[in-house]
């Protein structure tokens, strides 16, 4: 089977920055792919590349078996794209956007109409249909979005960061619609700031730090190369927190503060586990936090420092 | 997959196109502050000039001689300056699409690419007729005697539509190069004020300073103004303004269109 999206050795400057330094990228039909990285490492570029918006300055790129260069029109046809930055017509209602995009994909009249009443229901704008965008709040200028791109049924979706800046609600929302595409058979390539929605939504993830991708894998294999999965126990005594480093002995003491961090995946089956232990030794623990791992551990751990949001790398 | 191999659908240039001319006009309809703007002021300039100057000007341009009508002088002149003044919101509203997302929006879909600026220009010739028809209707109140045959009116709609194009095209051009719409607006007040002024559209040529004079003789709109007056009124001209007149306008036109695709296409793959 021909894979959805194939990348490799992308390389792209603008002026003397190196934005992407030879990337390699996969993605299998009907699967998720997560591009994952801080602000800067360039998810985006990558995706305005991928979505012939932009020119790469060299590598071997082939989105639903057409090549980039050749065929930008093939590529078109195949896929949807959702920005960072919403590409509404805020002049126009909700329903006439939708409509614009039925018209742009040559649906005809009858076949338009429907998939527009289709996508308002789908994406509950029913209500909303007929005021325009702009009165539109975050979430709903999200889900318009995401209908406008869905209304040619492309068969493979770009979604840059397709969460951020939204309330948590919504955010669900969002991933939710995610996951009824990908039973469709939709392919996704998402990027994203945040580890917690790539462990969610994807099936395999890619780490980019400064144009280059340090890391690959299923979000397991990712985890696993995280250690900053753990529970805190703070304790108010003394005598409480030195038997409770006999009896958590992989736990690691800060003596100053009365706090032991112990290794845990966060796991519901792990807490029962070392609530049992704690209830068994009688522990008096004063606070328990569980810290799970995100970006900026797994970045700590492919990469060796913490994430740096406002280095540029430069040639 | 079968999606994966079969060929791409034709492109469909004529429904972009109208797709695109739909939206620009829904835009008009629901905010008509730009558009109404474009309409009044041509009307505004006609009276202005008709009513409030128009006596003193004939007297100080005519003379003795008293056959000299200073309204049917003025108007093929004001209905360039109408179709001048107009290319300003075109201009504002293909940069205003571009700081949206949108046009990114447009471009990554299977859309005939010139269709996006060929749909602004289409609404803005579709505005400029409607306010040239009400510039004609004012003035024939305000005492503007046209003896023009209806060859001579087909014509003479045959040059304002095509001189539309033209300068449209290259208003949208300039505007492109502007990253702010308000930046957009001034870069084209040089066609859409500057060259109505410094034309024959108020006063005749000779009654110009020398400079002024020699500029305003060998640039578009007075071949464009003098053609319009012989095929409205009867007035000689100069053999050859008509094919000139009709040279620049396809001029224009060209670099406008190709400048535009170049600045609308910029960075991306075309």
């Given at each position: ?9 992308v390389?792209?400057?603008f ?14 039909e ?21 979505t012939?918006l932009?020119?790469a300055?060299a ?10 260069r ?7 046809h ?40 289709e ?9 909303a249909a007929?005021?325009p965008?702009?009165t ?10 995401l209908?406008m791109t ?6 493979i ?6 969460s951020t800046?939204?309330d948590p ?11 009824q ?12 700031q945040?580890?917690e ?6 099936d395999?993830?890619?780490v ?6 340090v ?60 609530l ?28 060796g420092?913490p994430t740096q ?7 | ?9 034709a ?42 100057f ?46 949206e ?6 471009k990554?879909?299977a ?11 289409l ?12 510039v004609i ?6 005492g ?20 539309t194009?033209?300068?449209?095209w ?5 505007g492109?190069?502007?990253?702010t ?8 007040l040089?066609?859409?004020l500057?060259l ?14 020398s400079?002024?004079?020699?500029f ?5 709109f007075?071949p ?8 409205l ?7 050859g ?6 040279a620049?306008c ?18 991306t793959?075309?």
């Amino acid at each position: 089977m021909t894979p959805a999206i194939v990348a490799t050795g992308v390389r792209k400057s603008f002026g003397e920055t190196l934005v992407l330094d030879g990337v390699d990228i996969t993605v299998d039909e009907g699967t998720i792919f997560a591009l994952l990285g801080p602000n800067g490492a360039g998810k985006t570029t990558i995706v305005r590349i991928l979505t012939t918006l932009l020119g790469a300055d060299a590598g071997e790129l082939r989105v639903a078996g057409h090549d980039l260069r050749a065929n930008p029109d093939g590529v078109r046809h195949a896929i949807g794209v959702t920005g960072q930055f919403s590409a509404l017509d805020d002049l126009l209602t909700g329903e006439e956007n939708l409509q614009l995009m039925a018209d742009l994909n040559h649906l005809g009249r009858a076949a338009g109409a429907e998939r527009v009443a289709e996508l308002l229901e789908r994406f509950d704008l029913v209500d909303a249909a007929q005021r325009p965008a702009s009165t539109y709040s975050g979430g709903m200028k999200r889900r318009l979005d995401l209908a406008m791109t869905l209304v040619g049924s492309p068969r493979i979706i770009f979604l840059d960061e397709p969460s951020t800046g939204l309330d948590p609600r919504s955010r669900h929302n969002i991933w939710q619609l995610i996951r009824q595409l990908v039973a469709d058979g939709v392919t996704i390539l998402l990027t994203t700031q945040y580890l917690e929605e790539a462990d969610q939504l994807a099936d395999r993830i890619a780490v980019l730090d400064h144009g280059k991708l340090v890391a690959q894998g299923t979000p397991e294999q990712l985890k696993r190369l995280v250690p900053g999965g753990h529970v805190q126990l703070r304790f108010t005594s003394p005598e409480e927190f030195a038997l409770a480093g006999q009896v958590l002995p992989a736990a690691v003491p800060n003596h100053e503060s009365l706090v032991l961090q112990v290794p845990n995946d966060g796991s519901v089956h792990s807490l029962r586990d070392l609530l049992a232990r704690i209830d068994d030794s009688s522990l008096e623990v004063s606070e328990l936090t569980v810290h799970t791992p995100d970006l900026d551990d797994v970045f700590f751990a492919v990469t060796g420092q913490p994430t740096q949001r406002e280095e540029v790398t430069t040639k | 997959m079968s999606t994966m191999t079969h060929t791409s659908p034709a492109p469909r240039p004529v429904a972009d196109i109208g797709t695109m001319l739909r939206r620009n006009l829904r835009h008009a309809q629901r905010y008509p502050g730009l558009s109404l703007g474009a309409l009044g002021m041509p009307v505004i300039m006609i009276l202005l000039f008709g009513l409030v100057f128009g006596d003193t000007f004939a007297a100080g341009l005519g003379g003795a001689d008293t056959s000299f009508d200073y309204i049917d002088f003025l108007t093929p002149g004001i209905l360039l300056m109408s179709i001048a003044s107009g290319t300003m919101s075109p201009a504002v509203a293909v940069c205003t699409d571009m700081t949206e997302g949108i046009v990114a929006r447009f471009k990554t879909m299977a859309v005939f690419r010139p269709a996006f600026l060929t749909g602004h220009v289409l609404g803005n010739v579709i505005l400029t007729i409607v306010s040239l028809v009400l510039v004609i209707g004012f003035a024939v109140l305000i005492g503007f005697r046209p003896n023009a045959s209806l060859g001579d009116w087909l014509l003479a709609a045959g040059l304002l539509i095509a001189v539309t194009v033209a300068l449209t095209w290259f208003a949208i051009a300039l505007g492109l190069t502007s990253k702010t719409p308000e930046g957009a607006s001034n870069i084209v007040l040089p066609i859409s004020l500057l060259l109505p002024f410094l034309s024959n559209t108020f006063i005749p040529l000779e009654s110009m300073p020398s400079g002024i004079r020699w500029f305003a003789e060998y640039q578009p709109f007075t071949p464009i103004i003098d053609t319009l007056r012989h095929l409205l009124l009867g007035t000689p001209m100069d053999s050859g303004d008509g094919w000139l007149a009709i040279a620049w306008c396809a001029a224009i036109a060209v670099v406008g269109y190709f400048w535009s695709q170049k600045n609308y296409n910029k960075g991306t793959v075309a």
